[in-house]
């Protein structure tokens, strides 16, 4: 049976020069791929906002997200639950999903992040697990904008058909915070290898140097600082590039530290996109993902394609050489070893088209599949 499918995409449609990271990369992807689906985003429903995306504090994203829920929400309840099934790009930026459950849509939502496990970590500093943290999931006297944390991921897990994950761990996570969630209902699909490939004239500089590199939104999770931390006790030449801009809550204030922290070896590049970033990669020798939170790691699948030598903390992300990022001497003796090794001799690594596509279509139109 043919059945048409409304994809609800907060972050869908936003140009990129807006630094929206993972879930904006995806929803580009699937709008590229699946043109037919009906998109639900901010451009599309019509909603204003009073600043940029990434510039909203805390209760301002909320407000947003609730905003975006309504709209959403009273769209798709304008069809068919017999006609249609319903793809949702975010969790706390989702529709009502018991509103939806309750009039029998078939629901899937893709998981960027797990909500409560992130908040653990960049909140609660690790104290609380996520599994304990996820028994709050009912407590009335939460202020809205942790019940778009703790209710609406319940909500999400208790009405959705199908939970779509990036990893095996995140999977685990979930299955440990919510014990009443069928295993066959959440299925691990990587996005890894979904990026344009695009190519670039190589950048001019000094060949003896070797380039560590970062790209990320500059974000708290995204642990920049541990490097900049790190690099008082490295030795070799090299240089720095600190590729991202800043994005969402505390974006600008943790931009600002990194900036105090920084030591004459390191640039500050901008958001980089297109050919600019793929030049970039290109001509860096070690990348570098220090994330106290990463969900699936797209930049890390980018340059390993460009041929960098990764070093990653250990995040559900991680590739390439593993360690503790947190601990300063021991990233800082894993990157002398690197850089004492000298420049990467590039061979970039060809990737096969992403069939995430086809493989999520399937399992939107097809209510007996189990997994992926």
């Not at 706390?92 to 018991?98: I, L, N, Q, V, Y």
């Not at 990026?195 to 004239?201: Q, R």
């Not at 708290?220 to 801009?245: D, F, M, N, T």
């Not at 096969?352 to 599949?369: Q, V």
Request: with cysteine.
């Amino acid at each position: 049976m043919n059945r048409q499918v409304i994809y609800a995409a907060a972050h869908a449609h936003f140009p990129d020069t807006e630094p929206l990271g993972g879930g904006k990369a995806v929803a580009d992807f699937l709008i590229r791929q699946c043109p037919h689906w009906q998109v639900l985003s901010p451009a599309t429903c019509g909603m204003a906002l009073p600043k940029p995306l990434v510039d909203l504090s805390e209760l301002e994203y909320a407000k947003f997200c609730r905003q975006f829920e309504r709209v959403t929400t009273a769209e798709i309840l304008q069809h068919d639950p017999a006609s249609c099934v319903v793809l949702t790009n975010d969790i706390s930026e989702g529709p009502d999903f018991a509103a939806l459950g309750a009039r029998g849509y078939r629901v899937v939502s893709l998981w960027h992040v797990d909500v409560v496990d992130y908040f653990c970590r960049m909140y609660l500093r690790g104290l609380v697990t996520p599994a304990t943290a996820a028994r709050w999931s009912r407590q009335r006297w939460l202020p809205d904008v942790l019940k778009l944390v703790f209710h609406k991921q319940a909500d999400c897990v208790q009405h959705c058909a199908k939970l779509v994950v990036p990893s095996a761990p995140m999977k685990e996570v979930i299955l440990r915070c919510y014990p009443d969630c069928p295993p066959a209902k959440v299925a691990v699909l990587p996005w890894r290898n979904i990026a344009v490939p695009v190519s670039a004239e190589p950048l001019a500089g000094n060949d003896d140097e070797v380039v560590i590199m970062t790209l990320s939104r500059l974000s708290p999770e995204k642990g920049i600082e541990r490097l900049l931390r790190a690099l008082p006790l490295v030795a070799g030449k090299y240089r720095v590039w600190i590729c991202g801009a800043p994005a969402f809550m505390q974006g600008r204030r943790y931009a600002a530290k990194l900036r105090r922290l920084a030591g004459e070896r390191v640039e500050f590049l901008g958001h980089v996109t297109g050919e600019r970033k793929a030049a970039l990669l290109q001509r860096a020798d070690i990348f570098v993902s220090a994330s106290r939170h990463e969900s699936y790691g797209l930049t890390i699948a980018e340059a390993e394609a460009a041929g960098c030598r990764i070093v990653s903390h250990r995040h559900y992300g991680a590739s390439g050489t593993v360690v503790d990022c947190g601990e300063a001497p021991v990233l800082a003796k894993v990157l002398t070893e690197l850089i004492g090794a000298g420049r990467t001799a590039k061979r970039p690594v060809a990737q096969a088209p992403s069939d995430a596509a086809a493989r999520l279509t399937e399992l939107l139109l097809s209510p007996t599949t189990n997994g992926l």
